[in-house]
């Protein structure tokens, strides 16, 4: 009898981290999470969008979570993110947000940096936590939601039609505001950059992960989803000193730093914005879109650009 007490109590004992991770991490609205042995699975569904805008919604759920990452929480080491709309991983931000009359509740700028702008703090902070990160890509990422991905420490995409990536602010009169085009010119060169973000083409996951845009790309959804939990469940099992310690080598010398994104993209988006040229770009944005919801524009923007300049 006693030492079956001690056994459960034993087990209750080896548990209690995980318990306590779960408690840590309930789902945040349109962040969807999971934990499992020191791996966070995070699953973005913005419900509120049919091609999972990067909208208020996110950004405030992403927030939240980001603070309680950045506790430096030992009980997790690794941050798994995906979508569950496999027709998007993150569309692009709400072009509503820069229109005349927007009204958000979120803050101008970031209280931890008040020198940027509150979504361009989301990336960089995603970039300093203490866990390693990892993207699951399955869908369409453009703009803002390309920008998330060069934010973390490693992508790896499916190979489906589905799957496209494209900074495409140029098309719109502005440049990648949170850093984009510096991230992917480190990634993969700056010829390249200037091409795929001068274009604002899309990119197939097997030429992502052809010129570095994407660690790797799988045919099938199982052993890109096989590869990654593996990967992640790795790494969660060393020191979480070790983590932290590489992370911030790495980011080091490969990482543009944050006074060069906000004077060099972010400041410069800011000024561009109020342009009349820009302002109707977005307002014809809106309209080709039909009001950014799943369609033609957005599932082939690369195809359909033309259409803003009709």
């Known amino acids: 009898m006693l030492r079956g ?4 109590a034993a087990l209750v004992i080896g548990l ?4 306590s991770a779960a408690a840590r991490y309930p789902s945040y609205g ?9 791996v966070l699975n995070v699953v973005i569904n913005n419900t509120y969008s049919t091609i999972n805008l990067f909208d208020l919604h996110v950004q405030s759920d992403l927030a939240n979570l980001i603070e309680t990452l950045q506790a430096n929480d030992t009980d997790i080491r690794v941050v798994v993110f995906s979508s569950a709309n496999k027709q998007f991983f993150i569309g692009h931000i709400d072009v509503e947000y820069f229109l005349p009359g927007y009204a958000s509740p979120l803050p101008l ?3 931890g940096f008040p020198d940027m702008l509150f979504p361009v703090a989301l990336l960089w902070n995603i970039t300093q936590l203490p866990q390693a990160t990892i993207a699951v890509v399955e869908g369409r990422t453009r703009g803002i939601g390309n920008e998330f991905l060069m934010s973390c420490d490693m992508r790896f995409a499916s190979t489906a039609p589905s799957v496209l990536f494209a900074q495409l602010e140029t098309s719109l009169g502005v440049n990648p505001g949170a850093g984009g085009g510096m991230y992917l ?9 200037f091409e795929y973000v001068l274009s604002s083409a899309d990119v197939d996951a097997r030429t992502a992960a052809r010129v570095g845009w994407v660690n790797r790309a799988f045919d099938s ?10 990967l992640a469940a790795r790494i969660a099992l060393f020191p979480a000193a070790g983590i932290i310690a590489t992370k911030a080598g790495i980011n080091a010398v490969s990482r543009p730093a944050r006074e060069v994104i906000v004077k060099e993209a972010q400041d ?16 014809r944005f809106i309209r080709v879109t039909n009001n950014q919801s799943i369609g033609p524009v957005e599932l082939n923007y690369g195809e359909e650009v033309g259409r803003l300049f009709a």
């Open 109 to 111: 700028y970031d209280p």
């Open 16 to 19: 209690l981290p995980l318990l």
């Open 5 to 8: 007490l001690f056994t459960l």
């Open 221 to 230: 959804p199982r052993a890109l989803h096989q590869y990654v939990q593996a």
């Open 268 to 283: 410069v988006i800011a000024a561009l914005i109020g342009t009349p040229a820009v302002q109707g770009a977005f307002e």
């Open 30 to 38: 349109t962040l969807q999470t999971t934990t499992s042995s020191g």
């Open 185 to 193: 010119s480190r990634l993969i060169g700056r010829g390249r950059a």
